[in-house]
């Protein structure tokens, strides 16, 4: 079975653009978690999904980032515009009802200069 | 609130010795789970274990063993025999049992392990 797949493993832009980072999860789950990993806050959640649904998005830092879940097999993280302090690991997650078992995708390495 | 520490940020060994790592928690929920998340050089992060506050039996997978002890809120980690390929940041993390944040993973800072050959 396809783990979570995220795209781009690695993006590199300047400040003021805009980001799209990628995620599909596990076939079949139905929970998604987009968190952030940075050397000085750790692994934090920025939004989860539900059966598509926004059910936490209290760790989303600021209007800049939005997330959308048009359907159960793709996510999207978008940042505008980003920042040089957007830099970070972004990592997708799913889950299914029967298991709450985190399956976490490879990660997006975002640079901002 | 729900919190995870690991008070340990490094810790280097040298191979085929034991190593434990700490991991204290701290939940207003009577029903939680834990887990442990390996998270090697190459970046991802790997499931290796979750635990559910009515369950306090430790478990043994290989040379992998957990010991979850309620009075104490912690849920240590035991590599037997380490070995190179041990080398990676460990996470503990907790998620509560109800609530807004049902599927919330809080994660640990994580504790590196180096193992040296």
């Known amino acids: 079975d396809a783990g979570v797949i995220q795209s781009p493993r690695h993006e590199v832009t300047e400040m003021g653009q805009e980001v799209t980072l990628r995620c599909k999860p596990i076939s079949g789950h139905n929970s998604l978690f987009w968190y952030r990993q940075t050397m000085m806050r750790g692994l934090e959640l920025l939004i989860y999904?539900?059966?598509?649904?926004?059910?936490?998005d209290s760790g989303m830092p600021e209007d800049r980032f939005s997330a959308k879940m048009p359907n159960a097999s793709f996510s999207t993280l978008k940042i505008q515009p980003s920042e040089p302090r957007d830099s970070a690991v972004y990592f997708c997650?799913?889950?299914?009802?029967?298991?709450?078992?985190?399956?976490f995708g490879a990660g997006t390495r975002l640079s901002v200069l | 609130a729900q919190k995870v520490t690991q008070a340990q940020t490094e810790i280097s060994v040298v191979e085929k010795e034991d190593v434990t790592l700490d991991c204290v928690y701290e939940?207003?929920?009577?029903?939680?789970?834990l887990f442990w998340y390996k998270q090697p050089p190459s970046g991802e992060l790997v499931f290796l274990i979750r635990r559910n506050s009515f369950d306090e039996q430790n478990e043994i997978s290989g040379r992998y063993s957990w010991n979850f002890q309620k009075s104490t809120s912690s849920f240590n980690f035991t590599i037997t025999a380490s070995q190179v390929v041990d080398s990676a940041v460990y996470f503990c993390?907790?998620?509560?049992?109800?609530?807004?944040?049902?599927?919330?993973?809080?994660f640990g800072k994580g504790t590196k392990l180096s193992v040296k050959p």
């Open positions: 999904f539900n059966n598509n649904v926004p059910i936490d």
């Open positions: 939940t207003r929920d009577t029903t939680y789970y």
């Open positions: 997650a799913s889950s299914s009802g029967t298991s709450d078992i985190q399956y």
């Open positions: 993390a907790l998620r509560g049992g109800y609530g807004g944040s049902q599927g919330n993973l809080i």
